[in-house]
């Protein structure tokens, strides 16, 4: 089905300024992953080299670090290092377009004189106080995050200011009425098609890495034993289990892998997973991660989506997408006025004297 969920954070992050020039840093060579500088180092800026200047505003290594770290870090440092080499350009080319991208945004709201006032900002934090495990403080969220509580409260104060910002250039753009929805809905059938569905949870007994078959058995044997516990129990602390001795991320979440549809997993626990009956935990499923113990939750038959069942949401979403499009072309005005450079790229070739001047380049883009 179309995604059709509005956000104005949402919003900002689906715009994209991909016709920007890529700006990289420079690697020494290509044996491996550049280092980002270490936290040691970032906190004392020994390394915390300017990569472009968006109208005087620095985006440095350390901006770059900080985005990396947040989102990245723990997916990253589980990859061979010759996957690793061949990502962190991409991922760090494309934080720094978003970096860009917000800034450009940013230095327009502070111009607008919007303001994030202390009452919002606390309201936020208690918000997400409220979400966080019983004991848990904010500091401690922040610490998760590679962030001081210092640094949450800006990252707050700029959201909200680049949020009233998009509100502004948005205001005016006309929510789509009921006749242009049911258009929509009846010219695209198939984005409102619910495919056949299940929700799963798993226990994962890693094999990744491992090639000697004496350890091979010796997972699958604790795999079993596992499973055995869950058995005992008629799947009842299945969760438990899984926090306790899953390798998958998914553990925080009790092994919960939330519902997905053909195609999004591997064949083999796909297959599995759709042909359990729903509470049963299945047999050993072996795929290219390791054993996994599998409890279906939950399943939905494939069916077409009535019109007065997405009528709504499809509204928003056609909302959004003009509003996405609006601040698009907000974006490439503030682009084509921007003031955006590299330091120590070379200078751009003047063009021969017969050739009519070509129109300038501007150089440059987050629970």
Known sequence: MKN?????????????????????????????????????????????????????????????????????ARQFQQMPPEQQAMLQPQIEQMIMNELVQKTLLLNAANKDGFKASDDEIAKN??????????????????ESAGLSLDDIRAQMTEDMKIRQLIEKVTGDVAEPDEAEVKKYYDEHPDEFKEEESVQASHILVSTQGITDEAEL?????EAESLRAQVLEKKGENFAEVAMAHSDCPSKAQGGDLGTFSHGQMVPEFEKAAFSQEIGAVGDLVQTQFGYHIIKVTDKKDAKQLAFADVKDKLSEGMLEDRKTQKMQGYLEGLQKEAKIEQPGAPAAAAPAEEAPAAPAKEAPKAE
């Open 4 to 72: 059709i969920t509005p956000t104005l954070t949402g919003l900002a992050a689906a715009l994209s300024l991909a016709a920007l020039p890529a700006f990289t840093h420079a690697q020494d060579d290509g044996a491996g992953p550049r280092p980002l500088p270490s936290p040691e180092e970032a906190a004392t800026g020994q390394t915390n080299k300017t990569l472009l200047t968006v109208d005087g505003t620095a985006i440095t290594e350390n901006d770059v670090r900080e985005r990396f770290m947040q989102r990245y």
């Open 125 to 142: 934090l208690e918000e997400i106080k409220s979400q966080l495990p019983e004991g848990a403080t904010l500091e401690q969220f922040a």
């Open 217 to 221: 058995a010796k997972k699958k044997t």
